[in-house]
């Protein structure tokens, strides 16, 4: 019930997830900045992953791309 | 058998000796290794710095790597500051006396904010955007003043106007030029910028230098004489002139230095076993030819980790990749990648000297051979090209960013782009289809990057 509610709380523009819904990250843009991590509404590190370039594995993501649109330096986007 | 570890000391905690310290740990699980910082806390993202001042996010969340983390890896980490060298006896003292020894030894000491060159420094209203304790500071003084200087040319003096104009301070930015930021924006790119500042109501004042920090008789920041003899009364003084690199406590070593540390191409200095990569240090780069300083989070993490294979008995050279930087100014993306002086040489740039700005490089200011540009824009959207004959040398993509992948990749590879340029003066749209397309057919990759290795 609670994933459900913040599907749709997350924005518009990525609130549909892409490709296989997965969040890959190009790890020479991330800054470290932790700006993703604090806007994951499943708090998930996501600058574990960004700043090695690995894609999210972990099982609470729920593809809502708050962390995508959050990112100021390009680093996160859907896994094609 | 007595089994001998090796000890690994790396002098500063940032994002080239952390990441340095993870790269030895990978490939020497035995190894003895001691990170010396004169911060207290673990390594942060100094990048993230700008967000905090916008209160995007809380100071602690640009904290990227845990205690546990520094437990987990085996790492010792050490506050205290570098004071002095002793290559022959591999030791290095520090300021309260302790002195460690090393078998190898990195020193990723970065850079340091510059002061203002003029009287009232020290006043209690100077503020500056580049360490974590000074980013707090700069919150606390932002919730009770109510009007800004901020001065530099760069992308911190604009993070800084950003930061204290949404803490609802009344923000003025003073710029010794007739332009934003010449050697890296043009004049257009200027105006969009500028509009942007204006419309989240930072009041930009051209041809405009401080020439000292006025205080009241409580040592606090009350106003700014102007080099006309005005003064300009503030309450909040935002330095963001350049930073320099931390080599002051190297003098009397033999390390050969220029603007930086210089390294190899295994980050290696003159002295064997001793180590350099971060803001400290200059790198050769392949396509100026020259050995240049990257003020770059991404670069000092590429340098940390060479550094550390090269430390922990590999013999790689480092793949120095094409200096770029992506920022959101004002909720303005800016990608500069590579050569992106606006200007065709020297002789063309008005004098502006200072000090470099993080976030920037070196060789984004130099100039190419033979030089030509190609301009596009769409409204806000813009699309910079810098050439050297038929290959792009550099780029500065503002707003819709659909080719900066596309251009690094061109630009990394010295792509021969003669076939792009009868698209050159076609409109935005045009040329970056062009541009897509020309990148998704991979003909530019048939000849790889030239890497040629050099030690000391």
Known sequence: MKQWFIKLWAKDETATAAGNGRVAADGTRCVQCGVCGYNCPMGIPVRDYARQGLTVSDDRCISCGQCIEVCPRGTLRWES | ?456
């Open chain 2, 1 to 456: 058998m007595i089994m001998t570890t090796t000890s690994y000391l790396i002098i500063g905690n940032g994002a080239a000796g952390a990441t340095a310290a993870e790269t030895i740990r990978q490939r020497d699980g035995q190894g003895g290794i001691t990170i010396v910082t004169a911060e207290a806390y673990p390594m942060y993202s100094r990048p993230g710095l700008a967000y905090v001042a916008t209160g995007e996010i809380p100071p602690h969340q640009v904290i990227a790597r845990t205690p546990e983390w520094y437990d987990r890896q085996r790492i010792e980490r050490l506050q205290a500051e570098a004071a002095r060298l002793d290559v022959r006896a591999r030791r290095v003292g520090l300021a309260d006396g302790r002195s460690l020894s090393y078998d190898r030894l990195l020193i990723a000491t970065g850079a340091r904010a510059v002061p203002p060159p003029y009287d009232g420094g020290e006043l209690d209203g100077v503020v500056y955007l580049d360490t974590l304790d000074g980013t707090r500071h700069l919150l606390r003084k932002a919730r009770r003043a109510r009007r800004a200087v901020v001065i530099g040319g760069g992308i911190t003096a604009l993070e800084m106007a950003e930061g204290l104009a949404r803490q609802g301070v009344e923000t003025h930015y003073f710029v010794r030029g007739s332009s934003l930021w010449s050697k890296v924006f043009n004049e257009a790119e200027s105006a969009i910028l500028e509009e942007k500042l204006s419309q989240h109501g930072v009041i930009v004042h051209y041809r405009t230098e401080v020439s000292e920090i006025l205080g009241n008789w409580r040592g606090k920041v009350r106003a700014v004489r102007l080099k006309d003899g005005t003064e300009f009364k503030c309450d909040l003084f935002g330095v963001a002139i350049g930073v320099k690199p931390h080599l002051g406590w190297l003098q009397g070593s033999p390390l050969q230095m220029d603007r930086a540390i210089l390294v190899d191409d295994y980050l290696q200095t003159n002295v064997p076993g001793v180590y350099a990569a971060g803001d400290c240090a200059q790198v050769l780069d392949r396509w100026t030819g020259q050995y240049m300083l990257d003020v770059l989070w991404p670069s000092a993490v590429a340098e940390g980790r060479a550094a550390g294979v090269n430390m922990a008995n590999g013999r790689v050279p480092y793949q120095k990749g094409i200096p770029f930087n992506v920022c959101l100014l004002f909720g303005l993306h800016i990608t500069a990648i590579g050569q992106v002086n606006p200007h065709r040489d020297a002789a063309d740039e008005a004098e502006e000297f200072q000090a470099i700005s993080r976030g920037s490089s070196e060789v984004w200011f130099t100039f190419p051979r033979h030089y030509s540009s190609a301009w596009a824009a769409k409204g806000p959207n813009t699309l910079r090209l810098v050439l050297d004959g038929n290959k792009v040398v550099g780029a500065l993509i503002v707003g819709e960013q659909s080719t900066a992948d596309a251009l690094r990749d061109l630009i990394e590879y010295e792509a021969d782009v003669s076939g792009l340029k009868p698209f050159l003066r076609a409109d935005s749209d045009r040329l970056k289809c062009e541009i897509l397309k020309f990148w998704k057919s991979g003909e530019w990759r048939e000849r790889p990057p030239i890497v040629i290795s050099r030690s000391f």
